[in-house]
């Protein structure tokens, strides 16, 4: 995890820019883990979650507050896994495959600024390690990044 991490703030620290560090990030998620369907991100735009940089199957463009996974998280305002999408009430189903999903919302000072959400193609893939990667691998994007 630590490698990976280090990898991670190596591809960033270089570069500040937005749409640049979240395309690159997106990627590096996708590459290093394993068994993901997608990976990347949703912008918080008024009412709605608004596509953002990702890998994997085109995807629902724009989410309404209130309904599945990425809106769930961002009201608890914590990282939210799912071990079958298919058991969560209200779950957006872009990509057929997915099966399991995680999602860690994107606070920056303070404000919500909106989530990455990664899902995969098998149940319980994943867990509190995981969990503690990505929250990581996000704050490296936010002390990097300017948004
Ligand atoms: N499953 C998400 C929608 C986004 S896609 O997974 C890329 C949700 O329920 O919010």
Same mark, same amino acid.
Not at 2 to 25: I, V
């Given at each position: 995890?630590?490698?990976?991490?280090?990898?991670?703030? &190596?591809?960033?620290?270089?570069?500040?820019?937005?749409?640049?560090?979240? &395309?690159?990030?997106?990627?590096?998620?996708?590459?290093?883990?394993? $068994?993901?369907?997608?990976?990347?991100?949703?912008?918080?735009?008024?009412?709605?979650?608004?596509?953002?940089?990702?890998?994997?199957?085109?995807?629902? $463009?724009?989410?309404?507050?209130?309904?599945? +996974?990425?809106? &769930?998280?961002?009201?608890?305002?914590? $990282?939210?896994? +799912?071990?079958?999408?298919?058991?969560?009430?209200?779950?957006?189903?872009?990509?057929?495959?997915?099966?399991?999903?995680?999602?860690?919302?994107?606070?920056?000072?303070?404000?919500?600024?909106? +989530?990455?959400?990664?899902?995969?193609?098998?149940?319980?893939?994943?867990?509190? &390690?995981?969990?503690?990667?990505?929250?990581?691998?996000?704050?490296?994007?936010?002390?990097? $990044?300017?948004?």
């Amino acid at each position: 995890m630590l490698l990976r991490l280090k990898q991670l703030q &190596a591809l960033l620290e270089h570069e500040s820019d937005l749409w640049a560090n979240l &395309a690159n990030f997106a990627a590096f998620i996708f590459q290093e883990m394993p $068994t993901l369907n997608w990976a990347g991100f949703y912008r918080l735009q008024g009412d709605e979650l608004v596509l953002g940089p990702f890998q994997g199957k085109v995807a629902c $463009t724009r989410l309404k507050r209130g309904k599945g +996974v990425c809106w &769930a998280a961002c009201e608890k305002g914590q $990282t939210l896994l +799912v071990s079958d999408v298919h058991a969560f009430p209200g779950h957006i189903a872009c990509d057929s495959a997915s099966q399991s999903e995680i999602v860690v919302p994107i606070f920056v000072q303070g404000s919500l600024w909106g +989530v990455l959400d990664i899902d995969a193609p098998i149940k319980n893939r994943f867990g509190q &390690a995981d969990q503690d990667f990505l929250e990581q691998a996000v704050r490296i994007l936010i002390q990097h $990044t300017r948004f």
